[in-house]
């Protein structure tokens, strides 16, 4: 089996831990994130592009050829004269990991800014994936835009997946953030969001509060990430559990939940069977938090 994957949103250098210390360059980014983990566990005969907006400077460039190596498509990402990518730093405390940004005048934030070369790009596409993170870092005219084209997509019967990774400090108000994020989950045919996150922020009680939100809004596929205690799935009304695998160290969370998603939907593209793709996914996430850095080289992950 064959098709088009497209990952929609923002890739920024990334600084993480390297010892002593020093700090070690790197490139990630939610949405890219997932393109790669499903780039590296996808069959050849899938293609995996980018949807982005670089710079023109000398990281822009550095990037694409990072992109092009891990054997993810460039053909669709803008390049903005005078702009350059945004960066972030991991910070960590017993392994779980969180972030400092300085992305607020990065050239991703345009990637929307050009409607007919993003319909274009959806178009040519069977599996569309981006996130709240995607809806977030966008111009309110630019984040409409993009969910029209989403809701357009799903109408047409592609298969549109959303992931919320809630990131309030990325908002203008929690109001924006909660209605936004709802209409990325209507306008998907699978929602992947993180419990810890929805409880926090959508004040869910239980993981069936989650499922049951997210279901009413449309979507009629959720898979929710629990970190150590496992994932639940329910598709098309069918429930299921996968427990988590087990870790002996947990050097940094950051793409824990990235590399479940592409993981789980290289598997689920393939075969179809979500509980075993599931299974998969577990199994790659273990491996990523027990290296440092969002992305972990293949041959680290047991593939
Ligand atoms: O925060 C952002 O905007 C980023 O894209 C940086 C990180 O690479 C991902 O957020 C990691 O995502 P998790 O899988 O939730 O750990």
Known sequence: MNGRFLSIGECMVELSQAGGGLLRKGFAGDTLNTAWYARACMQPAWSVDYFTALGDDAMSDEMIAFFEEAGIGTKLIRRIKGKAPGLYMINLRNGERSFSYWRDNSAARQLAADPDLLREAIEGSDVIYFSGITLAILPREDADTLLAETRRAKAAGKFVVFDPNIRPRLWASYDVMHTTISEGARSSSLVMPSFDDEALH??????????????????????????????????????????????????????????????????????????????????????????????????????
């Open 202 to 303: 959508f004040g869910d009680d239980s993981i069936d509060a989650t499922i049951h939100r997210y279901r009413a809004l449309g979507a009629p596929n959720v898979l929710i990430k629990n970190g150590a205690d496992g994932a639940t799935l329910n598709f098309a009304g069918q429930q299921n559990f996968v427990p988590a695998e087990n870790v002996d160290e947990v050097v940094d969370t950051t793409s824990a939940g990235d590399s479940f998603n592409g993981a789980f939907l290289a598997k689920y593209l393939e075969t179809k069977d979500a509980v075993a793709s599931a299974c998969f996914a577990v199994k790659v996430a273990a491996r990523v938090v027990s290296e440092h850095g969002a992305l972990v080289a293949r041959d680290k992950l047991g593939l």
